[in-house]
């Protein structure tokens, strides 16, 4: 392991002599590995080697003695820790978001605060091949945004450093074997075994039919993800140049291109000019963008018929008129009772909010915090995603007769500005099926006669509302 290790920070440049490696420690075998190799080796790198460590303050008596051991372990080795208690369940609460996406916002915030004050630092985590492997097969699965490298990078800046992976070359075999052979006894966390959890799922399911076809199946797929973020980096800068030959008009709330030049251009560079012209109308709190919406306009480009428009999220219109076509956004005004249909399979996104939808026959699913499992034999094909009305009323799960939406809103503390614009899931016949984040309705619940599962997924990207 250590060999496959040192090439790894070698090929990617990951450490430079002088520099202050901080491991983010949780107690288990991949980011105690870690430490354990950089302290090893820190005299061989020339570079100081200090750990933090997050408690989440999720898993009661277990999260306490993960601080508890990570302090010992440092302790007797005499690094320097830092340690950060989060209330990951009270965030969560009070920004709408799921557990997992409370714990990670928390998480970085540290990060970016322990780089900040340390020159030349940088913050190791134990990410490892397999977790490489995972993480792209769950986005692959669930639909990448496109244009965009999917899977966890080798570095990447954050805050006044920078985050590096030195263990990505390597496997979780590897870094067991590390640990037995160096009599490291580190923590395991009881939640790795829950299948409630997409990644586990893949890692229990999915991972040991790869890893049995061909166990160096990590290695490929590290590989891929490599040459495919120098090919897409390099197919963006090509990109740009021919966005700047083809646009005749921009300014922050229009671009106006033309289709005769657009058409010149290779397909591959008219998705990502496409791509690039929404992001820029967007701004950096750009929406959930899919292929659809790419193709959508590239048939638009390429329809005979002079003539045509199309309505994206958050008043982002593209109107084509003969040679000319303009991508324009509107100033937001206040909107009443705002409806979208939602495909199932589909996506629905705005400037804060993605809610997507898929169908699936696993019967074993677990709903999520940011999720809905419907029946799917009890709902017709789409649903329908809009901002409340005034008579608003849902039957709630665990509850008896109705609830009030706008009283909802009041119960849970969600800000009149937010209200307004919150989504809403709704079936074609008018019954609330789900505010997200907030509550589930009774309508289409999963039962023991079901067959089939719809599974709705909410994300929210901003503070900003719907």
Not at 143 to 166: K, N, Q
Not at 263 to 269: G, K
Request: proline fraction near 3%.
């Amino acid at each position: 392991m250590k060999s496959d290790v040192h090439k790894f920070i070698l090929h990617h440049q990951l450490i430079e002599q002088g520099d202050l490696v901080i491991v983010a420690t949780s107690g288990g075998p991949d980011s105690v590995a870690l430490l354990h190799y950089l302290w090893s080796m820190k005299d061989f790198y020339g570079i100081k080697v200090a750990a933090c460590h997050v408690h989440h303050q999720l898993r009661g008596e277990e999260s306490d003695e993960d601080a508890r051991y990570v302090n010992r372990f440092c302790e007797e080795r005499g690094i320097e820790l830092e340690i950060k208690r989060i209330d990951v369940k009270r965030y969560a609460r009070d920004h709408n978001l799921g557990t997992q996406f409370a714990a990670r916002e928390l998480r970085y915030d540290f990060f970016k605060e322990l780089l900040s004050k340390q020159p030349r630092s940088k913050l190791a985590t134990g990410h490892h091949g397999d977790d490489q492997i995972e993480t792209m097969l769950m986005k692959l699965t669930r639909g990448s945004v496109p244009l965009h490298t999917y899977g966890i990078p080798v570095w990447r800046p954050v805050g006044d450093g920078m985050i590096i992976r030195p263990f990505l070359g390597i496997t979780k075999e590897q870094i067991e074997h590390y640990c037995n052979e160096a009599s490291l006894h580190p923590r395991r966390d009881s939640s790795n075994n829950s299948t409630a959890y997409t990644r586990n799922r893949f890692r229990q399911e999915v991972l040991p039919f790869l890893k049995k076809e061909n166990p160096m199946v990590h290695t490929h797929i590290q590989r891929k993800y490599e040459w495919e973020k120098d090919d897409h980096d390099f197919l963006m800068v090509l990109a740009e140049k021919e966005k700047s030959t083809i646009v005749l008009k921009e300014s922050e709330q229009n671009v106006t291109i033309s289709q005769n030049a657009f058409l010149r251009i290779d397909l591959p560079l008219q998705r990502r000019v496409i791509h690039l012209i929404l992001s820029y109308l967007y701004g950096k709190n750009s929406p959930f963008m899919t292929s659809i919406h790419i193709e959508q306009v590239l048939d638009l480009l390429h329809r005979e018929k002079p003539s045509a428009e199309l309505h994206f999220s958050n008043d982002v219109n593209v109107r084509r008129d003969y040679d000319l076509c303009h991508f324009t956004k509107k100033e937001r005004t206040i909107e009443v009772a705002e409806e979208r249909p939602l495909v199932i399979p589909g996506v629905v996104s705005s400037k804060s909010w993605i809610i997507q939808s898929y169908v699936t026959d696993n019967l074993d699913i677990v709903e999520e915090d940011n999720q809905i499992l419907l029946d799917f034999h009890a709902l017709s094909s789409s649903l329908i995603v809009r901002t409340k009305k005034t008579n608003d009323r849902m039957h709630c799960r665990g509850m008896d007769g109705t609830k009030k939406i706008g009283r909802l809103f009041i119960d849970r503390k969600i800000s009149k500005r937010d209200r307004e614009r919150w989504p809403i899931v709704v079936s074609d016949d008018g019954q609330i099926l789900w505010v997200p984040f907030l509550h589930r309705s009774k309508v289409a619940a999963v039962g023991q006669h079901t067959k089939k599962i719809i599974v709705l997924t909410c994300v929210r990207l901003t503070e900003d509302a719907w």
